[in-house]
């Protein structure tokens, strides 16, 4: 019998705001532990929240362009459970009516958008051995977060990695998260069920906690399966827990079952009126909003002619497409900017580990680079040597083919007198070309480019070379 995986994400992300969504402290990642702090997010007796509209913008944005209803009233709840790194005993989050509702990216539903409060962070030391210290680190508590619960429409482990990633880049296109897994803003919790193929009933559901990378969340959605799938092929049944992602193990392990769940008794946050948002401020913040990664991939097809691989390669961060519209105004050629962008570009960037937020060079300048080579002044590949010497040196490309002597050698009666130096030195290989070994005839125009130090076009060098050759 086979099975079909379904699978859904609760993914939790940090909102991009100066403060916390009750106080007024930092959220600066990395200060020392316990400075960010004051009464309302150590949780003291008395402390009352205060809601950072900001926050709620961020997390309306983010619903906007995942296609979600934004309701005009919501509420905050509290979600009661016991943990050191939660001082008030409760976390404020959104139960029964979240701020919005019933979006789709991809073909995947969206269930609901909420906003909620991050919990501190504990620090253990010393384990497993009996010296073992746990601190705890509350300037993360209060960070805001929105929690992005997708319908179980996914149908793989690749399909649910594939979405998360399209999921972080939208969110850090929109700029209202930093996609920064490593330091915690992105996180992803996955519930995966199986059941026989063609069935329509869900299998009984495992819920694999805390997943901080898209290989983590593939690979341990990937083991998950597997499990449920040997569990239930062997006549055997799921149970519905929790279970962690062991990556040294590379597996899951069961953290707590159905009958050890939290009752989080939810009820309505006193301390917090309702969050009303109304379509005036929904419809500045819709205004506002860049133009979502989608529909600036179907301009870049429609308007610059791209095909759709590069217009698809070039939507996958803002930054970089705004580089690619700049170059383009700078007077590029939109697909030659393209080719320049995803191929000497990136290839650079990659090298010198930068990205596009700080590329080695303006857009201007490369517009400039490429005018050159697109009007015949320099070669493709003299085009590369200038490029480099642009990064390196800081100067135009213009300063430095005039100053480096690099022009095209795109002079007929110069490339005829070096086409007739190179056949005269190479007897053999021209005797074998003329006897039919076909083969040589790149190995002659190889001398040729050599003998410029690659300056002559290689277009007219070939066409003289043919003729020298045939007459
Ligand atoms: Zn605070």
């Not at 906007?64 to 008030?88: Q, T, V, W």
Request: charged share 25%; hydrophobic share 40%.
């Amino acid at each position: 019998m086979s099975f079909e995986p379904v699978i859904g994400l609760e993914i939790h992300a940090q909102l991009l705001t100066a403060s916390k969504i009750f106080c007024s402290c930092s959220t600066a990642f990395g200060a020392p532990p316990n400075t960010h702090v004051c009464p309302v997010c150590l949780g003291l007796p008395g402390a009352l929240p205060v809601l950072n509209r900001a926050a709620v913008d961020d997390a309306i944005c983010a619903a906007l362009a995942l296609g979600c209803a934004i309701h005009e009233r919501s509420i905050f709840a509290r979600k009661n459970y016991f943990y050191p790194d939660l001082p008030k005993g409760y976390q404020i989050s959104q139960y029964e009516q979240p701020l919005a509702t019933d979006g789709e990216m991809d073909g995947v539903g969206i269930i609901r958008v909420h906003l909620e409060e991050d919990a501190g962070k504990s620090l253990h030391e010393g384990f497993p051995d009996s010296s073992r210290k746990t601190y705890v680190d509350y300037n993360r508590s209060g960070v805001p977060l929105i929690e992005i619960v997708t319908r179980p429409d996914l149908r793989s482990a690749a399909d649910a990695a594939e979405f998360f990633s399209r999921l972080r880049a939208l969110l850090v296109w929109l700029g209202v998260n930093d996609g920064n897994m490593e330091e915690g803003s992105l996180r992803c919790d996955a519930n995966v069920s199986v059941r026989p193929a063609g069935s329509e009933k869900l299998g009984t559901k495992a819920e694999v906690k805390n997943l901080n990378s898209f290989r983590f969340l593939q690979k341990a959605l990937e083991h998950e399966i597997a499990r449920q799938v040997d569990l239930v092929g062997d006549g055997g049944r799921v149970v519905q827990e929790t279970r962690l992602w062991d990556s040294a193990a590379g597996r899951t392990v069961s953290m707590r079952s159905k009958e050890e769940a939290h009752d989080y008794r939810y009820f309505p946050e006193p301390d917090l009126p309702p969050v009303v948002v109304d379509a005036a401020r929904i419809q500045s913040i819709r205004a506002a909003m860049p133009e979502l990664p989608d529909a600036r991939r179907r301009r870049f097809v429609e308007h610059y002619a791209l095909p759709e691989y590069d217009a698809v390669q070039l939507t996958q961060a803002r930054s970089l497409a705004d580089y690619f519209e700049a170059t383009v105004a700078a007077g590029a050629p939109p697909k030659l900017a393209s080719n320049w962008i995803m191929g000497e570009l990136a290839r650079k960037m990659k090298e010198d580990g930068r990205t596009i937020e700080g590329p080695p060079l303006t857009p201007a300048r490369l517009a400039g680079l490429i005018a050159l080579v697109n009007a015949g002044t320099i070669s493709g590949s003299i085009g590369k040597d200038v490029f480099e010497r642009m990064i390196a040196s800081g100067r135009s490309a213009e300063e430095i083919v005039v100053a480096d002597g690099l022009t095209q050698i795109d002079d007929e009666s110069r490339i005829v007198g070096l086409i007739a130096d190179v056949l005269a030195k190479n007897g053999d290989a021209v005797a074998q070309y003329r006897g039919g070994k076909m083969s040589t005839f790149g190995f002659l125009v190889g001398q040729v480019m050599k003998a410029t130090a690659g300056k002559a076009n290689p277009k007219r060098v070939n066409e003289l070379l043919r003729r020298a050759l045939e007459t």
